[in-house]
T-cell receptor
Framework: GDSVTQMEGPVTLSEEAFLTINCTYTATGYPSLFWYVQYPGEGLQLLLKATKADDKGSNKGFEATYRKETTSFHLEKGSVQVSDSAVYFCALSEIGTDKLIFGTGTRLQVFP | DAGITQSPRHKVTETGTPVTLRCHQTENHRYMYWYRQDPGHGLRLIHYSYGVKDTDKGEVSDGYSVSRSKTEDFLLTLESATSSQTSVYFC?????????????FGPGTRLTVL
């Protein structure tokens, strides 16, 4: 079945550092891809999405590009802030059912 | 804000007792979902609904039942709670935007089964 693999955390960075969180997927066809963010004690918020190959999703300085050649959707940000500290989930929408398949999440810790 | 509320937000219960969690939405969405979140597993789908009285099982449905008698409410019931059901439970709705369905999540319910 479909699956999503994320890099294990925690990812620890200093403020203003460059962030990459890797996400790769296995799926039949070309599913929609999503990044969700979960701040401490809160639910998941949609961060960005991409629906077809070569699409770039972006929001709040975060970006991710749908790469069908490498089946990847890596999350990047040029300069992280302490307020970006959270858990980030990569997910795909299963074709035909629209069920979301999640990765295990990556915790990001940003220090001043 | 997709207008999703969950109740209760926190609950502690004992093994063997029944528990019902409620998800309420205000925007008439057809699709609703229940997930559980556990360390090392991300979120896993328990049950989902595609309309009033129309529900189906997800990946981890054993020990759970659901009901949807009104569009706005989706109930998750643990008939006899076990310690393995200690988790954070999230409800979600699906919204169609263009050709893509996007899910939006409620704030979660933290359930502890002693």
């Amino acid at each position: 079945g479909d699956s999503v693999t994320q890099m294990e955390g925690p990812v620890t960075l200093s403020e203003e550092a460059f962030l990459t969180i890797n996400c790769t997927y296995t799926a039949t066809g070309y599913p929609s891809l999503f990044w969700y963010v979960q701040y401490p004690g809160e639910g998941l918020q949609l961060l960005l999405k991409a629906t077809k190959a070569d699409d770039k999703g972006s929001n709040k300085g975060f970006e991710a590009t749908y790469r069908k050649e490498t089946t990847s959707f890596h999350l990047e940000k040029g300069s992280v802030q302490v307020s970006d500290s959270a858990v980030y989930f990569c997910a795909l929408s299963e074709i035909g059912t629209d069920k979301l398949i999640f990765g295990t999440g990556t915790r990001l810790q940003v220090f001043p | 804000d997709a207008g999703i509320t969950q109740s209760p937000r926190h609950k502690v219960t004992e093994t063997g007792t029944p528990v019902t969690l409620r998800c309420h939405q205000t925007e008439n969405h057809r699709y609703m979902y229940w997930y559980r979140q556990d360390p090392g597993h991300g979120l896993r789908l328990i049950h989902y609904s595609y309309g009033v009285k129309d529900t189906d099982k997800g990946e981890v449905s054993d020990g759970y039942s659901v009901s949807r008698s009104k569009t706005e409410d989706f109930l998750l019931t643990l008939e006899s709670a076990t310690s393995s059901q200690t988790s954070v439970y999230f409800c979600a709705i699906s919204e169609t935007q263009g050709y893509t369905d996007t899910q939006y999540f409620g704030p979660g319910t933290r359930l502890t089964v002693l």
